[in-house]
């Protein structure tokens, strides 16, 4: 692929091991510039010290990878387009919001009048005067990101951006990655839940054991399990027809508890279901199910923990 100006990451066989142990083993993948791509995988699964490679924090042992289009081994080079968050930003509990961010500003040489421009967009305009130790956890991250936002990278960078968040500070994280995402920047966010990543990830790269299972686009990936339509028949007696019909049109199906699994596209539905009314059916339920994120994952680990 020769677009590195395109890719905001690109690691080829990156390798790093810590005596026998392999924490990262031949990982390959690429993430294009202006994606929000999710990094996944169960907790040990080598998330972390990827980040912490690509970010010149540790070597690799083996492998290369760019970031912004510059080698890792010359971080010097792209750090200062690149934020991040990793293992849970430091702040001073006693001074506020605010505060906090003019003395990282300070300390990275960056132009102190973004502090409040950038408590707005991660929407702590009002709380900025808030002393930290009273700000809640949802809060406390979107202020990491705001941290990491400082620099006006071009690439963001979160570990576990959502960790120990309440559903609705999830929902506004995950807003926030969708708005920075819309200003061009890349996003390479890490989490163990898969379904946090599955509504805002267009690139996935899922890890397992140190190992990557699967690189590239999230459509893709689901597209490749199989869908099912499920239908209920008003009456159960109708059930035995309603798989003859599915059966003659070449699907495979599955009778669980009165309801009919078809292995069959969603646009299937419209059809069964007119066939199945002429066939003087009634059906009392009808819908397609399409896999999530986290059973691709178990089905591709062979995993279901």
Known sequence: MNNAHKLAISAADLSKS??????????????????ICGFVGPNGSGKTTTIRMLLGLIQPTGGSATVLGEKISEPEKYLSRVGALIEGPAFYPALSGAENLRVLAE???FPKERVQQLLEKVGLGDRGGSKFKTYSLGMKQRLGIAAALLPDPDLLILDEPTNGLDPSGIQEVRELIRDLAREGKTVFVSSHILSELEMICEYVVMLRLGKVLYAGRTDALLSKQTPMIMATPEYAIDLPRLVEIAEKNGY?????????????????SPVLNRLAFEAGITLSAINAVRPTLEETFFELTGDNE
């Open 252 to 268: 495979k199906v599955m009778v669980e508890d009165g309801n009919l699994s078809v292995s069959a596209p969603p646009e299937w």
């Open 18 to 35: 810590y005596g026998d142990r392999k924490a990262l083993a031949h990982a390959t993948f690429e993430v294009p510039q202006g994606s």
């Open 107 to 109: 300390l990275g040489g």
